[in-house]
């Protein structure tokens, strides 16, 4: 059973997944009993959900970018993600702007990779971020709405580029640090300090902070909680 407890709730939580849709909720129970039945019955009713949907219609290329933008905005797609899809239209309309995603194959991906690369349009790295967005819209298509689309073998057309890490030099987060409101100062010298994410960083609770243990507790990425140790520099921002 794909159950687990959160911090700070006394409740079991159903996490799985079933042809692709992810299901992610509290049982409201701290019985492990009652937590495996209802997550018996969720899962059969997201089954039948599924099964009564019945096969997906024809969605044409601009459609799917569409809903597929409407569907993930408030998760995850920051708005250069529309764009790229944007692009990614104006581009594959030159030749058939009604392109069903049933129809899409290696020949569609490859020939807006070799339009970008003749145009020169924002080089390797918008291509491959260009191909992510797209990657993930066709996905979706084929585990979410279901639609019969072809294997794509995406990793085939990413260009090579070079790293984009960068860092701070301790100067430079010093100038940071004395320019920032004091309030967001502290969140960034946390996050410095403890390499935490923003949304665990923002999300953290006094009652997840055990000085006598010399740690903090934070939910991490899939909801998982990981430990963050507190340096002596750690300890002085809280």
Request: charge should be positive; include cysteine.
């Amino acid at each position: 059973m794909s159950l687990n407890k959160r911090p700070n709730s006394p409740f079991y939580y159903a996490d799985f997944t079933i042809k692709g849709e992810r299901v992610f909720r509290s049982t409201g129970t701290a019985s492990r009993r009652e937590a495996e039945a209802i997550e018996r019955q969720w899962k059969a009713a997201k089954r039948k959900e599924i099964e009564d949907r019945g096969p997906a219609g024809r969605l044409t290329l601009d459609d799917a970018f569409a809903k597929f933008w409407r569907e993930m905005r408030s998760e995850w797609a920051p708005t250069w993600q529309a764009e790229v899809a944007r692009y990614i239209k104006d581009i594959l309309a030159k030749t058939n702007p009604s392109f069903d995603i049933e129809t899409i194959t290696d020949n569609e991906v490859n020939a807006y990779v070799q339009a970008c690369a003749e145009s020169g349009a924002g080089g390797k790295y918008a291509i491959n971020r260009a191909l992510a967005v797209w990657r993930g819209m066709h996905n979706r298509a084929r585990k979410t709405w279901k639609h019969r689309v072809h294997e794509i073998d995406w990793t085939s057309f990413q260009r090579d580029e070079e790293k984009r890490l960068q860092f701070f030099t301790t100067d430079q987060i010093e100038i940071l640090l004395r320019n920032l409101p004091a309030r967001t100062g502290l969140l960034v010298e946390w996050s410095v300090y403890t390499g935490c994410r923003k949304t665990e960083t923002h999300n953290l609770k006094w009652s997840s902070v055990f000085f006598d243990r010399g740690y903090a507790e934070v939910i991490a990425k899939g909801g998982k909680t990981h430990k963050v140790w507190l340096t002596p520099q750690a300890l002085d921002v809280l």
